[in-house]
T-cell receptor, first 115, second 115 residues
């Protein structure tokens, strides 16, 4: 079956603009995660969704970052008033359940460049 | 603070030689441990994971890892590497007592296999 897909694959924007990144999880996966990977660094957890429960937003770096997910479908990550330090690869992952023993399946990422 | 240390940013090795990629973690509670691989221009893929039981874990593509609780390590090994193993390898963990899999990643080790 299809894996996790993300769009766009690349996004170049100007400082101060808003951007929206999209993630399509694997069908039937209830858990969805967003991560950020800055150049030369590991992945940083941003936000987690599980079904219709309130998301865990503990990793969002500032109030310019927000994300939505309707049920167990598509999720969008929005960055308002982008800054140069937001330049990174944004990765989405989904898993069948939220259990720690489950496997997260990652999408190919969206490379964001803020000029 | 919880963290993962991958001391080697890059490991060059010749084809058919053995390799070990080091990973140490810091956590005050019990954890689940993971190794992910990222091939060029592809998303992250799970290599193997340790949840409980035997400390020696076997994964895909001939890789294995050993959990050492006293040394808080989870080193990845392969007895004979192939050119196709050239990729970036990420060690990660999550706390085993939380309701979801909030992964903490290392900064990655780039494995370069040459003929």
């Amino acid at each position: 079956g299809a894996g996790v897909s993300q769009s766009p694959s690349n996004k170049v924007t100007e400082k101060g603009k808003d951007v929206e990144l999209r993630c399509d999880p694997i069908s039937g996966h209830t858990a969805l995660y967003w991560y950020r990977q800055r150049l030369g660094q590991g992945l940083e957890f941003l936000i987690y969704f599980q079904g219709n429960s309130a998301p865990d937003k503990s990793g969002l770096p500032s109030d310019r970052f927000s994300a939505e997910r309707t049920g167990e479908s598509v999720s969008t990550l929005t960055i308002q008033r982008t800054q140069q330090e937001d330049s990174a690869v944004y990765l989405c992952a989904s898993s069948r359940t939220s259990g720690g023993e489950d496997t997260q399946y990652f999408g190919p990422g969206t490379r964001l460049t803020v000029l | 603070a919880q963290s993962v240390t991958q001391l080697d940013s890059q490991v060059p090795v010749f084809e058919e030689a053995p390799v070990e990629l080091r990973c140490n973690y810091s956590s005050s509670v019990s954890v689940y441990l993971f190794w992910y691989v990222q091939y060029p221009n592809q998303g992250l893929q799970l290599l193997l994971k340790y949840l409980s039981g035997s400390t020696l874990v076997k994964g895909i593509n001939g890789f294995e890892a050993e959990f050492n609780k006293s040394q808080t390590s989870f080193h990845l090994r392969k007895p004979s590497v192939h050119i196709s193993d050239t990729a970036e390898y990420f060690c990660a963990f999550c706390r085993s007592n939380t309701g979801f899999q909030k992964l903490v990643f290392g900064t990655g080790t780039r494995l370069l296999v040459s003929p």
